[in-house]
């Protein structure tokens, strides 16, 4: 898979993401959490593509989560951005060839944002309590995120191995 075939699936699943995020993440809320796709959808792109994975991409799509929501602008995009970086770059380093260290990778990237988020909730005064921020809104959403995150990634992983193999990057054995 060349690169111009590479990017375009980026940018069809970023399309697919910001319709399930606006369509489909509503309708599915259990209780007060929603999965946020476009975390996932940033996240997965950023591990199954460490060397390529730059700031535009997690910047525009945190600035439509942050337009499409109800919290402060520029939050999502912040986080997108610092931790697509941070998962590009452990996942660069603690690469070991299997399917452990990417969703370990994601895992404490989501629930990290998710808390971060969280917290910046409460500080702004949009959040109640730190138990409202925290256990009703943060965990339940990043338990959310990671079960997305598993199904992007073994999909991504699939779509994305002939371009990683061609560029000489390692692809994780998904058998």
């Known amino acids: 898979m060349g690169p111009e075939r590479s990017n375009a699936v980026v940018a069809v699943g970023a399309v697919v993401a910001v319709l399930l995020q606006i369509v489909v993440a509503p309708n599915i809320a259990l209780f007060s959490a929603q999965p946020n796709f476009l975390l996932a959808y940033v996240l997965v792109v950023a591990i199954v593509r460490p060397n390529e994975a730059g700031p535009v991409l997690p910047f525009v799509l945190g600035l439509v989560y942050d337009l499409t929501g ?10 997108f951005v610092l931790f697509s970086f941070v998962a590009s770059r452990a996942f660069a380093i603690l690469d070991n060839d299997t399917l452990f260290m990417p969703l370990t990778i994601f895992a404490v990237s ?21 138990l409202d921020a925290f256990l009703y809104r943060a965990l339940p959403c990043g338990l959310y995120d990671c079960i997305v995150g598993l199904v992007l990634y073994l999909i991504m992983a699939r779509l994305m191995v002939g371009g990683s193999q061609d560029r000489g990057l390692r692809t994780p054995r998904l058998r």
């Open 70 to 79: 109800s919290g402060p602008v520029g939050a999502m995009a912040f986080l």
């Open 110 to 130: 989501v629930l990290s944002v998710e808390m971060l988020y969280g917290g910046l909730l409460m500080a702004t005064g949009l959040s109640a309590s730190a």
